[in-house]
């Protein structure tokens, strides 16, 4: 049962309002992944293995909490929305613990200082969950056309990439040249500092203009169980998860290597990273405009498997370079590939999340998301062993312990584990299926037909 008929139908929320939320939520996150492993390993001398061990076990604890936060979300009823309380709530927190993420003290040492990134680690990753369930779920219903999704898709990851441009390729700039040094943590606290109460300003802008649909809001709330049971019997949840996580994973295997591939592997200062890191956001950013037309014009699932294809090829090339000249021109690559996925990637889980809706007559967007986490959040768990097989097969252990050949060990971990996912997905998003798109009168579709199949898209 719906509420439509009870409510007009709220203002249309601009494009560039919701988008700008994705800079928010962009910029902890991602300093908090692309300098963790700098951070806590070669600088505080964390032992890799413990590292490794304690990813895996956020990555499980993560995964399983991420389905009950977007369940919660789905089954919030307000007046401020089903949504906006959870970004609220979650903007601050967030803040909070990546503070004291960067805020380890020097004296800790050994099981201390395990425990301090352990806590502080999953604490990061849940509100940032909290945060992207609601975030990502507003999507597909303040836009229910794919040609304003991708609009808006494609406003958003421009914004996210100006927020890389800032976690990322700037960061390293000001931990260790603005606010500290290279072998000190001073100023990763001044920069994180700076970096959640701008998050927080830009996340509450966001979420105070968003305007959701009442009738996306159904009087019965979905039940966690049977919910969790429809979804998990969905096949298309496997398909699209597991190639996503393809994708997710090879990045986040970049975002935490980048700076120690930059150090070992090219032999330069961790200040150069902005250069490389600079480059492939910038190559993305201008690559969004292209890729976004071509979605347009062929469609996200077409497009979907060209920029896969293309971000496979550029991990190749990157692996094979010798200076910073020749990693930026592979790193040019990799950014159009990367660009292609960020237009296309949302996409196509959004028309999952449509047929699932116009199936079940219910509007769950957040578990479905959740869902969909679950296997990119598990992203953690592979990159804790690829680290951790770093110290099995070429002796780096941490920064006080490096081993023999540490650049080959980055170049191994930064390029040709990326590689071989990416290669993976790219061949199994040749095969799949998904679902056409949904117009947006199938958000209240009649009872299903028995013996009836929803329409999809089949392979070319």
């Known amino acids: ?12 929320t601009p494009a560039w309002r919701y988008a700008v939320g994705m800079f928010g939520t962009s910029i902890p996150i991602n300093m908090i992944k692309g300098s963790m492993i700098l951070f806590y390993v070669d600088i505080l001398g964390l032992d890799v293995r413990a590292y490794g061990v304690v990813m895996v076990i956020y990555a499980v604890i993560d995964a399983l909490d991420n389905p009950l936060l977007g369940h919660l979300s789905d089954r919030t009823r307000s007046r401020f929305g089903r949504r906006r309380p959870w970004l609220l ?10 503070i004291a993420f960067f805020s380890a003290p020097t004296s800790l040492q050994g099981a201390g200082l395990v425990l301090w990134f352990a806590v502080f680690a999953i604490l990061c ?5 909290m945060l992207n369930a609601n975030y990502g779920a507003l999507l597909p219903e303040l836009y229910p056309q794919e040609r304003d999704r991708a609009v808006a898709n494609g406003l958003r990851q421009g914004f996210q990439l100006v927020a890389l441009v800032i976690s990322l390729a700037v960061t390293p700039l000001l931990t260790t040249n603005v606010f500290g040094t290279e072998e000190s943590t001073r100023g990763f606290q001044t920069t994180a500092i700076i970096y959640g109460a701008v998050a927080l300003v830009v996340i509450v802008f966001m979420a105070l203009g968003a305007r959701e649909r009442p009738r996306y809001s159904t009087r019965e709330r979905p039940l966690l169980l049977p919910s969790v049971w429809s979804i998990v019997r969905n096949p298309m949840f496997w398909s699209v998860g597991l190639i996503g996580a393809c994708y997710g994973t090879a990045m986040a295997l970049v975002l935490a290597g980048i700076q120690l591939y930059v150090r070992y592997s090219l032999g330069l200062p961790v200040g150069n990273a902005l250069y490389l890191q600079g480059i492939v956001i910038l190559v993305s950013a201008g690559g969004l405009v292209l890729w976004t037309r071509v979605v347009a014009r062929r469609g996200a699932l077409w497009t979907w498997r060209l920029a896969f294809a293309v971000l496979a090829v550029s991990f190749a090339a990157l692996f094979f370079a010798t200076d910073l000249v020749t990693a930026i021109a592979a790193g040019m690559l990799v950014g159009a590939g990367w660009s292609g996925m960020l237009a296309t990637n949302d996409l196509i889980v959004a028309r999952v999340l449509d ?9 769950r967007e957040g578990l479905f998301l959740s869902a969909f986490g679950f296997f990119t959040r598990l992203n953690g768990i592979v990159t804790g062993l690829a680290l951790t097989s770093l110290g099995v097969f070429f002796g780096y252990n941490s920064g006080d312990d490096p081993g023999a050949d540490p650049g080959l060990a980055f170049r191994v971990y930064l390029c040709a584990y990326p590689f071989v996912l990416t290669t993976i997905g790219a061949v199994a998003a040749r095969l ?29």
């Not at 979650?90 to 990546?98: F, H, Q, R, T, V």
């Not at 799949?432 to 009168?441: K, L, M, Q, R, W």
């Open 89 to 98: 709530v979650g903007a601050p927190m967030l803040a909070a613990c990546m």
């Open 432 to 460: 799949v299926s998904v679902p056409i798109e949904t117009p947006p009168e199938a958000a209240e579709p009649p009872p299903p037909v028995p013996g009836d199949e929803s329409a999809v898209e089949r392979p070319r």
């Open 355 to 363: 047929a699932d809706a116009a199936r079940n007559g219910e509007h």
């Open 1 to 12: 049962m719906s509420q439509s008929g009870t409510a007009s139908a709220p203002e249309r």
């Open 125 to 129: 990753e849940a509100f940032d969950s």
